[in-house]
């Protein structure tokens, strides 16, 4: 099974210049993703949610776990958080024709309007207990997002799942149901892989999750 490696990095100088240093450094084929994270929610008893909460993340990286970082690109990174991930060879090699048909198509998806109306309703959705799921931050990050013109394009959102004993065929039956319900709204996991290592501790996380949405 082919192995990627995850990072989240703080930036100690302007993006534009981490990325043209990368670029030079690592070929086309050796980046999988890379975007700016722009929500991050861990909640406060799961693994790493300090770091991962208090830090100010500038940029979201996934590479071949061939692929070194070079010391020029080292130099520009102040604070790192790096998995190295398992994924099937297949999914892996499909990802990029994969990833640009899902872009493409994400305009024609029609969708049901449930968000808006769980938006659009929210107090009285909390207090009657329903789309919990649905927290003040999350909420205000949506919010923004339509802002700032963004609530119409296409969203990757990556998920850090770690088991509970008889978790993750729970989790296998969900991503199952998910993949029939949201591939019929244009959701689609991209990527799926199992967690082997942890950059200077032990494993945290059990598997990773990046998953697309149209918007």
Known sequence: MPLIDLYLFT????????????????????????SKPRFL???????????????KWDLFLLVRQTAKVSADCTSLISKSYK????????????????????????????LTGALDKALATQSKARSSGDNLELSDDLISFMK???????GSRPISMLNLLRFHDGGRDGYAKYGQGFRGAGGRRG????????????????????????????R
């Not at 996991?189 to 059990?206: F, N, P, R």
């Open 187 to 214: 959701g689609d996991a991209k990527i799926v892989g199992t967690v082997v290592g942890k950059e200077g501790a032990e494993k945290s996380w059990d598997e990773i999750a990046f998953v697309h949405y149209p």
């Open 83 to 110: 998995l190295t991930v398992g994924v099937p060879g297949k999914s892996l090699a499909a990802y990029p024709e994969h990833n640009l048909e899902l872009l493409r198509d994400a305009p024609n998806v029609k």
């Open 11 to 34: 930036l100690s100088a302007p993006i534009a210049r981490f990325l043209s240093s990368l670029r030079s450094a690592l070929s086309s084929n050796d980046i999988i993703a890379i």
């Open 41 to 55: 929610y861990i909640p406060s008893t799961s693994v790493d949610s300090d770091i991962l909460n208090n830090t």
């Open 144 to 150: 923004q997002m339509v802002a700032d013109g963004q």
